[in-house]
């Protein structure tokens, strides 16, 4: 008997999609070079195993999520079968669940083993020098947003749109520092920072100006108008994340700008239904979309923009308003537009008894020592810092930094953590052991920030803000 020829399998994303009746509408050549090219999706699996996949299918063409799931596909070409993690995603529109999309990976080994065990390595090194990247990327946005704060403190009187462009310039430089802590999260496989109160008008807000140069700039630029308008209640805050939030409407502005490649009208509404929750509506005068299209938008890998999308997008955008507990829902027609609708449910709000008036705190002077090896970032902490009343001395490495603390005294210091020849924790012990009562505070671009010990006071992340540090350093003087 003549053995059949052997094929490799590699670590390609699966994806399909189907109909709730299990009809199949879309695969990539990943899926079908595993799971076959023929009318039936679960050819290849076992008749035990062909039921439980036809169930998840069904689970979520009722609208549930049906994730991980393990199925051994017996492909006539190998010896052994070659187990494939599944998630089971419906695919929501206002007349519900029109779709299923499944996507997942295989869980064996490459046969491929040096080539793909090179790339691994690739992988790794690359995370690495991501880490490397995402520190030093952090001290620039340090120095960013320490500038911008300068700017607000000493530029004097500023116009409306002075004061708009500098509060866009703080935003993103905070919302670059969270995509950044994700990336470290990720690399990490850390679990992401806990949801807080959000309030939808302000995140509009913040959006419409953190995007004025895409539906301004530009376009006026080509000769087109894009309006705005804003049509944004008193709504309840929801819970979640802000950067997220703003990510997915971040998204829904650039897609209905390239939208209206002739101009129109860009609507933002907020209001609240105690029936249906707290509501986010993002409406364009654009092309539109047919019905085939809009069934698909939300689909991982579908793009109408060739090249120039990824199709993952609003596919991002889905998951994100699902983690938030919430729905999105499309309408849209040719020539007349594009509606969204975001739902999420309300934070509850508790009672609150009867607080006493605050007290009036007296703010402390200190003479504080700023150790980092960033010439950047010690000039903004020493700026911003000095407007507050307090004096500064800069170290560029922790034995400098020794040395000064031999021959003046000081109230407080920051460190940076990664140093060239003593990090920041090094430098922290060394001097606990001279000043045990001196407090440290540890400054770090990186998410595992660690915790308070015995040398440090406190822990701060970059980049940081000026009302944080000054907190701070009256909690420990």
Sequence with gaps: MDTP???????????????????????????????????????FL?????????????????????????????RPDRDEPVPVLLHFLPVHL???????????????????????????????NLGHMTMGIAHDFNNLLSTILGHAELMKTEGGAHTPAQQESLQAIERAALDGAALIRKIQQYIRQEKLSEFEPVHLDALVREVIALTRPYWYNDPRRK?????????????????GSPTELREVLVNLVLNAVQAMPHGGDLSFETRHDPATGVQMIV?????????????RIFEPLFTTKGQHGTGMGLAVSYGIIQEH????????????????TLTFPPVAQPDHPDQAPPTTAVTRHARILVVDDEAAVRTVLDRLLTLRG???????????????????????????????????????HALRQQYPHLPIVLLT??????????????????PFKVDDLEAVIQSLI
């Design 390 to 428: 307090h004096t500064i001395r800069q170290a560029a490495s922790g034995p400098e930094a020794l040395r000064l603390a031999r021959s003046e005294p000081f109230d407080i210091v920051f460190t940076d953590q990664a140093m060239p020849d003593m990090s920041g924790r090094q430098f922290a």
């Design 325 to 340: 507990g919430g729905t999105i829902d499309v309408a849209s027609a040719p020539g007349e537009g594009t509606t969204f």
């Design 445 to 462: 671009g990186d998410t595992d920030l660690g915790s308070v010990d015995d040398d440090i006071d406190a822990v701060l992340s970059k």
């Design 5 to 43: 020829p052997y094929h490799p399998v590699e670590a390609d994303l699966l994806h399909a999609t189907c109909l709730p009746d299990g009809t199949v509408t879309t695969r990539n050549n990943a899926w079908t070079a595993l799971f076959g090219a023929g009318p039936e999706l679960w050819a």
């Design 94 to 124: 206002p007349d519900g669940v029109t779709a299923v999309s499944i996507v997942g990976e295989t869980l064996a080994e490459p046969t491929t083993w040096v080539s793909s065990q090179t790339q691994r390595d690739r992988m790794a």
């Design 46 to 74: 076992s008749e035990a195993d062909r039921p439980q996949a036809r169930q998840c299918v069904r689970d979520a063409a009722a609208g549930h999520l049906v994730t991980r799931q393990i199925f051994p596909v017996h």
């Design 283 to 295: 409406r364009d005068t654009g092309i539109g979309m047919p019905d085939d299209v809009r069934r």
């Design 223 to 239: 000769g087109i108008s894009i309006k705005i308008k804003r049509r944004l209640a008193d709504v309840p805050p929801i819970l």
